[in-house]
């Protein structure tokens, strides 16, 4: 059964940061590719970033710069490092098996997690 399960999410002031943390399993995790996406209030599931089975990074224009992904193939997991915060950073934010992270679409998502909240205000 392929399960991810983020973390890390949480209440953050403007500029500050936060580490998500998505664990998964049962699925080939060195051999898959990863996508963050988020949904704000009110609003549809935007992709954040996405790293391809090779390890290569890719990012939406507004993330250039304070979102960094990563993985660690040890533990199955991807992370998502975020500096520099804004409040239209709020959304809750998941993780997904995402075969095509280069197209930087939704369009091909697999397995979805949860979802974990963050709020990014004073």
């Known amino acids: 059964e392929v399960q991810l399960v983020e973390s890390g999410g949480g209440l953050v002031q403007p500029g500050g940061s936060l580490r998500l943390s998505c664990a998964t399993s049962?699925?080939?995790?060195?051999?898959?590719?990863m996508s963050w996406a988020r949904q704000a209030p009110g609003k549809g599931l935007e992709w954040v970033s996405g790293?391809?089975?090779?390890?290569?990074?890719y990012y939406a224009d507004s993330m250039k710069g304070r979102f960094t992904i990563s993985r660690d193939t040890t533990k199955n997991t991807v992370y998502l490092q975020m500096n520099s915060l804004k409040p239209e950073d709020t959304a809750v934010y998941y993780c997904?098996?995402?075969?095509?992270?280069?197209?930087?679409?939704?369009?091909?998502?697999?397995?979805w997690g949860q979802g974990t909240q963050v709020t990014v205000s004073s």
């Open positions: 997904a098996i995402d075969p095509t992270p280069q197209l930087g679409h939704l369009r091909n998502i697999q397995y």
């Open positions: 049962g699925f080939i995790f060195s051999g898959s590719g």
């Open positions: 790293i391809h089975a090779s390890g290569t990074t």
